[in-house]
């Protein structure tokens, strides 16, 4: 993709994966929604059979098990498959937008059809991006349990001495924060329970060298899921009905960020937000619960 027209003639054939589809299936693991309280440092009960899962648990389930050999060079499988086989580099969850229509227990049998939503491509400061919409709907023993869109995008690698975008400040008037430390240990554990083989979460060498990060990067599903826990703790008798959630600058394990929010204008609503130790705004949430 050299110029203008190569990027319309490749978007015309990613968008030909529009409207593809595919099932997979799963029974919710009781181990693994202990095994995500357990990373991000609750006291939970044990989880049993019948026992709700938490929002984004299903994110825990349904994962690709690609053979050893069809990895590619940044930890993921290779391109192509059900997603378009875009080419550009580096490759992030940008974003989501969920709603909730019953929970999902431990033990039961589940199933998510996904479909290819939209591919859209544009020229941005930093190079070529290519956006990827995947609507997923999730359902259990008695139905449609979650609806989500996810955003993918694809973008090309940093060239080198390049100055990153300039910050967006957080809100500063958090009514509650909690503060996180990414260490190694805590992005090892979330790989581990989402089976994520890409390198930008655990092989600094990788990171610093072939992705010109400064550190490890933090997941932004891991983020997205810090801000729905900050949610339950200070509303624990609340079941989140929806949430949409965009990333908005990365996260890396080298300082501590925190995640926050407030009571938005309409009742049951939450704004939330992750930002960095210089204030930062890195992703930012809306959420409604019931």
Known sequence: MTDTGSLEAQLAHWQQWVGRS????????ASQLAGLSATLDRDDPAPTAGSEAPPLTHWLHFLPQALQ???GPDGHPHRGGFLPPV?????MWAGGRLEWHQPLRAGEAIS????????DAKEGRSGKLVFVTVRHEVSGPTG??????????????????????????????????????????LLFRYSAL??????????????????GY??????GPLIATLLTDLLRRERPEARLVKFAFTAVR???DINRFQVCGKPGEEPGSFKLWACDHEGALTMKADAEIA
């Open 22 to 29: 595919e099932q997979r299936d799963d029974v919710v693991s």
């Open 69 to 71: 050999r069809e990895i």
């Open 87 to 91: 080419e550009l580099p580096r490759r």
């Open 112 to 119: 998510r059809v996904s479909t290819i939503a939209r591919v």
């Open 144 to 185: 449609l349990a979650v609806t989500e869109e996810q955003d993918i995008v694809y973008r090309e690698a940093a060239a080198p001495g390049a100055p990153a975008p300039a910050p967006t400040p957080a809100p500063d008037d958090a009514a509650f924060v909690r503060e996180i430390t990414p260490d190694p240990v």
């Open 194 to 211: 989402t089976f994520n083989g890409h390198k930008i979460h655990y092989d600094r060498p990788y990171c610093l060298e072939a992705e």
């Open 214 to 219: 400064p550190g490890l990067v933090v997941h």
């Open 250 to 252: 990365p996260v890396f």
